[in-house]
């Protein structure tokens, strides 16, 4: 029998990667805290919870400006540095995740579900075409990409409900529903599956859409979903 996806820890103390420690706290909508004394952080600016009055908060420019300003994508971050702690925590219930990048590695994350990222993380997107007109009327999404560029570094996620892991195997495939994916390896491939479902009442029909996901790699699964509409 397949191994079922795994349930992604929900708290954590005193985790030391990629120049900070941090820790993730709280049941229903948790509070991630960040020592930035070493390191940067950049995050989205309407996710600050508190921070100590020794940080500084400026913005971050991001890769790819023009790209980013046609596509109606952010063009700056905000970007906390200590000495000090600062933490974050969005409107919403759900379940922080951390994902440790060793410099050269990368992970693609559904848009809207970014939190925070250490500054040695790269941070650029793309758009995927397809997917999001079979579900919302729209000629597709963007999905943001990450990547250890100077060194190790961590990124922060914040999926709704709780989350889970599941490690796909070489050519091993799991079927998710277009709204319950927050994450995967860049190695794992994502193809969309359309089944046509007919009643014979009358002829009556309707589509049943999946994202396939083949490994080798990671996928994280949401068991929440709400959807933010795309910038198109």
């Not at 708290?11 to 004394?37: I, K, R």
């Not at 420019?61 to 994508?73: N, Y």
């Not at 060194?151 to 914040?158: K, T």
């Amino acid at each position: 029998m397949p191994s079922l996806p795994e349930l992604m820890p929900t708290e954590v103390s005193d985790e030391t990667f990629g120049g900070v420690t941090y820790h993730v706290a709280g049941e229903l909508v948790p509070v991630l805290s960040v020592d930035v004394t070493n390191m940067p952080v950049y995050f989205e600016h309407h996710i600050l919870l508190w921070k100590n009055t020794s940080i500084t908060i400026g913005l971050k420019s991001l890769k790819g400006a023009l790209k980013r300003m046609i596509a109606g994508m952010q063009i700056f971050v905000t970007e906390a540095s200590g000495p000090g702690i600062i933490a974050f925590s969005r409107d919403g219930p759900g379940h922080i995740v951390p994902i440790h990048l060793r410099r050269g590695e990368e992970i693609q994350v559904r848009e809207h579900q970014f939190l925070a990222a250490t500054a040695s993380v790269d941070y650029t997107f793309e758009r995927v075409r397809g997917l999001g007109t079979m579900l919302f009327g729209q000629s597709g999404f963007f999905i943001d990409r990450f990547r250890g560029e100077t060194g190790d570094g961590i990124v922060w996620l914040h999926g709704y409900g709780n989350v889970f892991e599941k490690v796909l195997a070489p050519g091993e495939t799991i079927d998710i529903e277009p709204g319950g994916w927050l994450f995967k390896d860049a190695s794992v491939k994502m193809d969309t599956r359309i089944d046509r479902l007919s009643s014979g009442f009358f002829g009556a029909a309707m589509n049943f859409v999946v994202n396939r996901f083949t490994g080798p790699g990671r996928v994280g699964i949401q068991s929440m979903y709400l959807h933010m509409p795309s910038e198109e």
